[in-house]
């Protein structure tokens, strides 16, 4: 497989959506999931197992990982609180370190997502200004 890529998880309050992506947006797999929302760990084995999944599946290793999830996250990735998940003080950056090779950053989701659009989306283009409109169960 050719050129850079990464595997990108959303963590929402019902869902989480994980893929493998192209350094210029493009998602070359997918897997969706059913959050365990009441169990932080769960969250944090089945993200981890589905971005083992993905990149075993394309022969690749290393994989640098990232993760949007709701709430206030701080710059070490601990999840301070999640208004729809049972989160506060939850380490998440760190747990998946210890379950992945590859390099773990994770952000608020609308954060996330926004940069997202502004370096292979609809912003991609925006030379002064771009807003992001999010709307989810969180």
Not at 26 to 32: C, E, N, S, Y
Not at 76 to 99: E, K
Not at 113 to 134: K, Y
Request: hydrophobic share 45%.
């Amino acid at each position: 497989m050719a050129g850079r890529v990464a595997v990108g998880v959303d963590v929402g309050g019902t869902k989480m959506a994980v893929g493998l992506v192209a350094a210029d947006g493009t998602v070359l797999d997918r897997r969706r999931l059913d959050t365990p929302a009441a169990d932080p760990d769960g969250i944090v084995a089945a993200a981890a197992q589905a971005a083992q999944d993905l990149s075993a599946r394309h022969g690749l290793a290393d994989v640098p990982t990232g993760v949007g999830a709701a709430g206030l996250v701080d710059r070490d990735g601990v999840m301070r609180y999640a208004p729809n998940i049972g989160w506060r003080d939850f380490p998440l950056r760190a747990r998946l370190q210890a379950r992945l090779d590859g390099h773990v950053t994770v952000d608020n989701d609308a954060t996330a997502a926004a940069w997202g659009e502004f370096v292979c989306g609809a912003g991609r283009d925006a030379s002064e200004a771009m807003v992001m409109l999010t709307v989810g169960t969180g």
